[in-house]
């Protein structure tokens, strides 16, 4: 009898368990989870690191030390206290902390962890910044959004698995789906785990990001602001979405696009702001990123306005590369808007791309400004800097290299365009599934006239 007993509670147990696998439990505990470095000031000199604990969690630490080769003595650690916000979203109630290292030296590799006594997190290293001049290279993601535990977990992990000493790992906005969703944000941070704990984020802002209040004014992701500690250099108006940071001889620029193809008062206030920020930038390298595309790879998606006001900046102070997200398809293009036939080789202005990281597709615009497009692919993108050269990759969810190039700037020479795209794998631009439910003949006949002919 007892016997039959234990098996019927081993049975219920299993039950149980099985019953709740389709609705993971993201909620806080004492121990912290969503562990993310970011930086708020300068990354070869200061650390930011975010985590969360149960809102019963009143105080936390973190200990830091120059990472040894022997094992961490504590007596050499140093303690800080963090700094504590609570937060209830979705129903979930939790408190986030937050502390940045200040005093580092560059190119110098620490250890830290969080927490406190008997709950501490394992230990984690990061790397400063090097002083200007040094190579370095790092990720970039489009969109992540939707299915972020089941499929883009892969995508982050394979970028890391390709390169495991990235600087840096740019997010261009669009992160998660549902606004104020607590259980997305716990699907992304599950998605990159100890890779958010070891890299820092750089982070924009997408639609999905934001919601309405009744009265129309936009409101930006609760989650936002407690998880990322980042720069407080831009716009009153649009701290740590608006903002710059340096990391040896790239200037790395973060818009709000959402604010600006929405509000015309804050695209002036940005427009302003990103001259002032790119007439004082002493970089030799320009990087900006946003979410809307400048110019859309998706299908019926245009810009117009938000295009008009801010290209000439970009061709004015010679911007080299704009990275961007929200169409769900890829396209790489320059020397715009005179279209891939008829661009000028001596144009000096950037290299735009739009890329998708998550599972969510589009299809291919049939306005074919791109030299290189993928419709149904999730990617991710490497970039490197060294001197004179950057070099950028665009990676499939397997690794197979799809689009490359190569930017050179020398002393008293023109930006020189190096397209290694015929080094990759055949372009993918097929319709994504349903297409022929969604689109007509006629439409139909446009897009294969468009991409077909070219392959």
């Known amino acids: 009898m007892i016997y039959i007993n234990k098996i019927s509670i081993a049975v219920f147990f299993i039950f149980s368990l099985t019953m709740n696998l389709s609705a993971q439990d993201f909620h806080p505990s004492e121990f912290p989870d969503r562990i993310i470095l970011t930086w708020s000031d300068d990354p070869m000199t200061t650390q930011s690191v975010t985590w969360r604990t149960s809102s019963e969690v009143k105080g936390s630490k973190a200990q830091f030390i120059l990472a040894p080769n022997t094992p961490i003595?504590?007596?050499?650690?140093?303690?800080?206290?963090?700094?504590?916000?609570?937060?209830?979203?979705?129903?979930?109630?939790?408190?986030?902390?937050?502390?940045t290292f200040r005093g580092l030296k560059p190119a110098t590799t620490y250890a830290y962890r969080v927490g406190?006594?008997?709950?501490?997190?394992?230990?984690?290293?990061?790397?400063?910044?090097?002083?200007?001049?040094?190579?370095?290279?790092?990720?970039?993601?489009?969109?992540?959004?939707?299915?972020?535990?089941?499929?883009?977990?892969?995508?982050?992990?394979?970028?890391?698995?390709?390169?495991?000493k990235a600087a840096f790992m740019l997010h261009a906005g669009d992160l998660i789906n549902s606004t104020q969703s607590d259980?997305?944000?716990?699907?992304?941070?599950?998605?990159?785990?100890?890779?958010?704990?070891?890299?820092?984020?750089?982070?924009?802002?997408?639609?999905?990001?934001?919601?309405?209040?009744?009265?129309?004014?936009?409101?930006?992701d609760y989650h936002w602001k407690k998880q990322f500690t980042l720069p407080k250099n831009g716009p009153?108006?649009?701290?740590?979405?608006?903002?710059?940071?340096?990391?040896?001889?790239?200037?790395?620029?973060?818009?709000?696009?959402?604010?600006?193809?929405?509000?015309?008062?804050?695209?002036?206030?940005?427009?302003?702001?990103?001259?002032?920020?790119?007439?004082?930038?002493?970089?030799?390298?320009?990087?900006?990123?946003?979410?809307?595309?400048?110019?859309?790879s998706g299908t019926g998606r245009d810009n117009k306005e938000f295009r008009e006001a801010f290209k000439p900046i970009f061709d004015k102070y010679k911007v080299d590369l704009v990275l961007q997200g929200h169409d769900h398809s890829y396209g790489r293009g320059r020397n715009l808007p005179s279209g891939v036939a008829n661009q000028d080789p001596a144009a000096q202005g950037p290299v735009y791309v739009v890329s998708v990281s998550g599972p969510k597709m589009y299809n291919l615009t049939f306005d074919k400004w791109m030299d290189r497009a993928?419709?149904?692919?999730?990617?991710?993108?490497?970039?490197?800097?060294?001197?004179?050269?950057?070099?950028?990759?665009?990676?499939?969810?397997?690794?197979d290299?799809?689009?490359?190039?190569?930017?050179?700037?020398?002393?008293?020479?023109?930006?020189?365009?190096?397209?290694?795209?015929?080094?990759?794998?055949?372009?993918?631009?097929?319709?994504?599934?349903g297409s022929e439910k969604k689109m007509t003949p006629e439409e139909m006949a446009e897009y294969m006239k468009t991409y077909k002919k070219q392959n």
């Open 73 to 99: 003595y504590l007596d050499s650690v140093e303690t800080f206290d963090a700094t504590t916000q609570f937060l209830e979203v979705d129903s979930v109630q939790a408190n986030y902390h937050s502390v």
């Open 116 to 164: 406190n006594e008997g709950t501490w997190s394992e230990w984690f290293q990061f790397i400063t910044a090097p002083e200007k001049g040094a190579p370095f290279s790092f990720i970039y993601f489009g969109d992540a959004q939707n299915n972020l535990k089941s499929q883009w977990s892969r995508i982050i992990r394979q970028a890391y698995s390709n390169l495991p």
């Open 183 to 220: 259980s997305e944000w716990g699907e992304w941070n599950h998605s990159g785990g100890f890779i958010n704990s070891m890299i820092p984020s750089v982070s924009t802002p997408g639609n999905h990001e934001y919601d309405r209040k009744e009265d129309g004014t936009l409101v930006l």
């Open 236 to 296: 009153e108006e649009f701290e740590e979405t608006v903002y710059y940071l340096d990391y040896s001889d790239l200037r790395m620029i973060s818009l709000n696009s959402q604010e600006i193809v929405l509000d015309e008062k804050s695209m002036e206030i940005q427009r302003v702001w990103l001259e002032k920020v790119l007439a004082e930038n002493t970089q030799k390298w320009t990087v900006i990123t946003f979410h809307h595309p400048i110019y859309s």
């Open 374 to 399: 993928a419709s149904n692919t999730q990617l991710y993108q490497l970039i490197s800097i060294e001197g004179d050269r950057l070099s950028y990759g665009a990676y499939t969810a397997t690794g």
């Open 401 to 433: 290299l799809y689009d490359a190039f190569d930017l050179i700037k020398s002393e008293g020479k023109q930006k020189e365009f190096i397209d290694k795209a015929n080094k990759a794998i055949q372009e993918a631009i097929e319709l994504t599934p």
